[in-house]
């Protein structure tokens, strides 16, 4: 009897709404402050520079992804290019980089719903609540992956219909009332923590490669998925940037940007608005990682670098069933007991890292399979060259301390590869 195997179901256009449903989170609620405090009026202009910066590297992965039909993203890059000892660290990163954010996202979903449920914070309800939120999901992609695929075209949806339409009011209150320039501080050396900040914003579109094994053309939709989420993005993030430091009176303050930018275009019911509409935003972007991350753990032990027990798939629903209820678990557990104030440099040092090791890989994977990628950037190399660059100069002013759980993850990996060479020795005797 063959063994189950999994179901292609993940079309061209439902993996360009799952990239964006991966990129567009909690930041666009709370990073419009932090931007305009470090480049002032400018803010706009770096928040297109980031996304034409993210372009290069973005391109790059286009290119790779073409090359490969299974899951695994970003690890499964790194260790057809590089080895196990690259790959394995890069998955590890992959993980470091994504785990945290869906907790501190769940966390978030539970002070929003609370403007509409004071009780919501409480121990119990709060316990409740995330235990709901990260169940259900689990329970919908632990059911097949047409199913989670579903769920997640849904609430992209969701989140980007209120956020088009409080570009759009915002754009006609302008101009219609003109409002008055707001003094800002002037750019005066903010721009790189400015675009290392970004990177955490247009950050998570690699999430959307790893269940490639589940994609109906694995090799030739990445490209289009990327390129169209992308230019989506640079253009939501960007245009909510400006409304919001054109018409908040004191934007770089403002705890809660979007609610008082409605409040002010809306009126009272403005505020509640955005509540519901980032409600939608932080479960669509919940949903996208319980879909996503749980894939690199199972490519990692089905190319036999992790316990095998994770590349498990289940006979009925044809999902890797063992990895999705862990990362639920694990989700859950850090939803539990930790909060939102999660170190968003953090997750992008994580980033950087494989990024840059994705952006190398282009070059190598193309001496190593010659004619086989479908999507062939023009000028790669330079790509390649240009995104690496682009990850040292932005790792270079990270401060010391930021490195330290990084160094724990690296630390981790090894024993990790370690333990895969043992293992390998002891098969081989």
Not at 148 to 162: D, E, Q
Request: net charge positive; glycine share 8%; proline share 6%.
């Amino acid at each position: 009897m063959d063994s189950p195997r999994l179901v292609r179901a993940i079309g061209k256009w439902s993996l360009a709404a799952l990239t964006i449903n991966c990129v567009i989170g909690s930041s666009v609620f709370g990073l419009p402050p932090k931007i305009a405090a470090l480049v002032g009026r400018q803010s706009p202009w770096a928040v297109v520079l980031a996304g034409v910066l993210m372009s290069i590297i973005v391109a790059c992965f286009a290119e790779v992804a073409s090359y490969f039909s299974d899951a695994g993203g970003p690890y499964l890059y790194a260790r057809a290019a590089f080895g196990p000892l690259l790959g394995i660290q890069t998955g590890w990163m992959f993980c470091l980089a994504q785990l945290t954010a869906p907790a501190a996202n769940a966390n978030l979903f539970v002070t929003y719903l609370a403007e509409f449920w004071p009780g919501a914070m409480r121990p119990f309800a709060r316990l409740l609540i995330l235990t709901l939120l990260i169940g259900v999901l689990a329970l919908f992609n632990y059911r097949g992956v047409q199913t989670g695929i579903r769920v997640s075209n849904f609430f992209t949806i969701a989140k980007l219909l209120p956020l088009v339409f409080v570009i759009l009011v915002g754009i006609a209150y302008i101009l219609r009332t003109q409002p008055s320039a707001v003094t800002l501080p002037s750019a005066q050396g903010g721009w790189s923590r400015a675009l290392l900040t970004l990177v955490f914003f247009y950050g998570g579109f690699e999430a959307a490669l790893a269940p490639m094994g589940e994609a109906q053309n694995p090799r030739r939709d990445p490209a289009f998925a990327l390129l169209a989420a992308l230019l989506a993005c640079i253009a939501i993030y960007s245009l909510i940037q400006w409304v919001v430091i054109t018409i908040l009176p004191d934007p770089i303050h403002s705890a809660r940007p979007l609610a008082e930018l409605a409040g002010i275009i809306l009126g009272r019911g403005g505020a509640a608005f955005v509540a519901l509409a980032a409600l939608a935003t932080l479960y669509g972007y919940l949903s996208a990682k319980i879909l996503t991350v749980p894939r690199i753990p199972f490519a990692l032990a089905e190319q036999g670098d992790f316990p095998s027990i994770f590349a498990a798939i289940h006979p009925r629903f044809r999902t890797p069933h063992v990895s999705i209820t862990v990362f639920a678990v694990l989700t859950w557990l850090l939803a539990v007991f930790g909060s939102f104030e999660w170190n968003v440099t953090l997750s992008a040092i994580a980033r950087l890292f494989y990024y840059g090791i994705g952006c190398a890989a282009l070059p190598t994977l193309r001496r190593a399979r010659p004619g086989q990628a479908l999507f062939l950037l023009p000028a790669g190399p330079v790509f390649s060259v240009a995104g690496i660059l682009i990850c040292l100069f932005l790792l270079s002013s990270m401060e010391r301390a930021n490195f330290l759980l990084v160094g724990l993850t690296v630390t981790l990996a090894l024993a990790n590869w370690y333990w895969v060479r043992r293992r390998a020795l002891c098969q081989n005797q």
